[in-house]
């Protein structure tokens, strides 16, 4: 079966399709598992597949004992019925609780909640996602979220396309089944990427949120510098010299270090050490730090290729400076100039408030 189908990264799938990679099991269970745009029933066959063909793989126990005494079949078994289970409970009607809905426009890039803010509650799942559908006039919604709460505090999430088809289901705040359907959530792969040092990539986003600022800029853009399954023979090909102390500026890292730290978060780490690391702005001042909040971590990144605006485009030369194809000197002037230029545009937006007589007498324009 080609796993690759389930990476969020275009990116990322096209490479490994290219250098015919073989998934563990580990690797192909975690990458179906956090594939944000395929059906639940596709995934669920895809599941299947797996437990065919590797029934009896014993899965490595992770922290809080997570796989412990599991092979790929019986947790994956396990795992399914229980997503069903709670699929059925969610639909199931006459419960003490309530629904509500948002969902993604296509249109205005962005989530909006049901009622327009007004907060409208309904008493089953049906009649929420009835509701939504209504909205759906124009073909404009990508997806929906309905939320089912219990009056107990419990909470389960389904997020579905408009036809209905299933995305999605979590279960939040439960007793009973929580921490087995967030097993996913205690594990670290080491899958290879084609990005390198001082490639600018940015998140995938297959959710929205308000990624775009008011001039243009895009969040969650990075220069990358290393990621957390860079090891010795990832640190050579992308530059780095074996130095007992870490030192960025000069691309200098501790090899064996690296590679004990991989050695550990395979035993060891979750989704959360599934990070990358690298130069980012925030709002026009640039920061280095390693990224974190973006689900499925470095798997949910790609290349960007689109024009950078506003202070982004200080991006573009100092990824050019990094990968060593733009000297200093014009890397810093550039920089200057786009901050003054921001800053100037920023300031021009106001003179929309005054009349061309004031804005005459201001000596901002000329008379006409």
Same mark, same amino acid.
């Given at each position: ?96 609780? +309530? !629904? ?83 097993? &996913? ?5 080491? +899958? ?7 490639? +600018? ?38 530059? &780095? ?16 270090? !690296? ?110």
């Amino acid at each position: 079966m080609d796993f690759t189908k389930f990476l969020n990264s275009k990116d990322i799938a096209t490479y490994l399709r290219r250098i015919r990679y073989e998934f563990t099991p580990e690797q192909a269970m975690y990458v179906v598992h956090a594939a944000a745009e395929i059906p639940l029933p596709e995934r669920h066959a895809a599941y299947e597949e797996l437990i065919e063909m590797y029934p009896h793989h014993a899965l490595r126990e992770r922290r809080q004992g997570v796989f412990k005494g599991q092979t790929v079949a019986s947790f994956l078994r396990t795992y399914m019925q229980k997503e069903n289970a709670l699929l059925a409970e969610f639909k199931r009607e006459g419960d003490d609780a +309530i !629904c509500t809905y948002d969902y993604f426009s296509n249109e205005d890039d962005a989530w909006y909640q049901d009622g327009y803010g007004h907060h409208p509650v309904y008493r089953n799942f049906s009649e929420a996602l009835g509701d939504a559908q209504a909205e759906n006039e124009d073909g404009n919604i990508a997806k929906i979220t309905v939320t089912k709460r219990y009056f107990s505090g419990r909470t389960i999430e389904a997020t579905l396309l408009p036809d209905g088809t299933y995305l999605k289901i979590d279960e939040i705040g439960g007793e009973r089944d929580e921490a087995f359907l967030h097993a &996913f959530d205690w594990m670290w792969v080491k +899958i290879p990427t084609p990005f390198k040092f001082g490639d +600018i990539l940015a998140p995938v986003l297959t959710n929205k949120w308000d990624h775009r600022t008011t001039d243009g800029s895009i969040k969650g853009l990075v220069v990358l510098t290393g990621m957390s399954t860079w090891g010795s023979k990832e640190l050579k090909k992308n530059g &780095f010299r074996n130095t007992k102390t870490p030192n960025y500026t000069l691309r200098g890292q501790n090899f064996a270090l !690296c590679d004990h730290l991989i050695e550990k978060h395979e035993e060891y780490g979750d989704d959360s050490d599934m990070i990358l690391c690298g130069y980012f702005l925030d709002e026009a001042d640039l920061c280095y730090d390693h990224t974190l909040g973006i689900e499925q971590g470095y798997l949910n990144y790609e290349r960007f290729r689109g024009e950078l605006k506003g202070h982004d485009r200080m991006l573009r030369s100092l990824s050019n400076f990094l990968k060593g194809e733009l000297e200093l000197e014009l890397m810093l002037k550039a920089h200057r100039l786009i901050c003054a230029e921001e800053e100037c545009r920023a300031k021009k937006s106001f003179l929309d408030l005054y009349t061309d007589e004031g804005l005459t007498l201001a000596g901002m324009q000329s008379k006409k």
